[in-house]
């Protein structure tokens, strides 16, 4: 699956003087059903998290707080996005290794995922994620 897949996905923000609120449905915002919502937080600056793949799971990645880099590698191809707008979500198609690093203080990353948590969906190895990719 390639890095062209991956998209920035604006949510809708409504403001006024009390402040803002966004929203997420699943098939109208995302391009899944959500079946599964985690989030991580007080994750050291100099932390890294991820480093692994999936391989038919979709999330859309969220800094609801704060800011951190996301990575992604396709197999071929890398690129980081720095996630740092409550409003907006980053879109992540199977086959993609990631790579979380760079928490600013106070920040949350809301993950909402196409599926629940299943072990034998993971490459937890870069090698046999880039072997899968390239045959």
């Known amino acids: 699956m390639p890095l062209s897949k991956v ?13 803002n609120i966004s929203f997420v449905e699943g ?5 899944f059903d959500i079946k599964r919502v985690y989030y991580l ?4 600056t100099e932390s890294q998290r991820g480093a692994h793949g999936h391989k038919t799971l979709e999330q859309v990645i ?16 890398r690129q980081t996005f720095f996630l740092k707008k409550p ?5 992540v198609p199977p086959m993609m ?14 993950v909402l995922a196409s599926d629940v948590y299943k072990e034998d969906d993971y ?8 072997d899968d990719v390239k045959r």
Not at 62 to 77: K, M
Not at 97 to 108: A, H, Q, T
């Open 62 to 77: 969220i800094a609801i707080s704060g800011s951190f880099e996301f990575t992604l590698d396709d197999g071929y191809n």
């Open 97 to 110: 290794w990631r790579e979380l690093n760079s928490f600013s203080s106070g920040s949350v990353c809301f």
């Open 27 to 31: 098939k109208k915002h995302i391009p």
């Open 41 to 44: 937080y007080d994750v050291p």
């Open 7 to 19: 998209q920035l996905l604006d949510f809708p923000k409504i403001s006024d003087d009390r402040g």
């Open 123 to 130: 490459y937890r190895d870069y090698k046999e994620f880039l």
């Open 87 to 91: 409003w907006q979500g980053l879109y």
